[in-house]
């Protein structure tokens, strides 16, 4: 039950905040945001003897948390636009290809990320997603744990080391 809600927090939060932002130094295009499900917590705590064989987990928020997942399509050709989110978002795309832009990187290395793939962006990262097709849809899905009452997506302008 505690993990639906975190997954709605999530999921609205980002979804919410890529549709209404209101200005973009680099704006999106051709995508349509979803929210999931997004769930409102206080602070979080997972103590690393919550495990299971040899797996476990050390989770320890200082404040409000929301958690949630939101649904993302980009048209053929589409791109999310150059930004940056407060925590780590937890990527899979689900169809098409997406080549994920890390601006934050000297080099702005492109990933390309097929239907299945994974993958997870840190805080602050600027990053840039594009559909690595110029006519079939690609879809994935993010999962997203952040400060409460915090911005889930902030502009970012085209780092200068990407061409």
Request: aromatic residues 6%; glycine residues 10%.
């Amino acid at each position: 039950m505690k993990s639906v809600s975190v997954a709605k927090a999530v999921t609205t939060l980002v979804a919410s905040t890529l549709v209404s932002a209101a200005a973009y130094a680099t704006p999106p295009q051709g995508i349509s945001v979803s929210t999931v499900v997004n769930g409102h917590f206080g602070p979080l705590t997972v103590l690393p003897n919550d495990k299971t064989g040899k797996w476990s987990m050390h989770l320890k928020t200082t404040d409000d948390t929301d958690v949630g997942a939101d649904q993302i399509t980009l048209d053929g050709g589409g791109s999310t636009g150059w930004h940056s989110h407060p925590a780590a978002v937890f990527v899979t795309v689900v169809s098409g290809s997406i080549i994920w832009y890390d601006g934050s990187n000297p080099v702005c290395p492109g990933h390309h990320y097929s239907a299945g793939q994974s993958f997870s962006e840190g805080a602050g990262v600027i990053h840039n997603a594009v559909n690595a097709s110029g006519s079939t849809q690609a879809r994935f899905i993010g999962i997203r744990m952040n400060p409460t009452d915090v911005a889930f997506v902030a502009d970012e302008t085209k780092p200068t080391n990407c061409n």
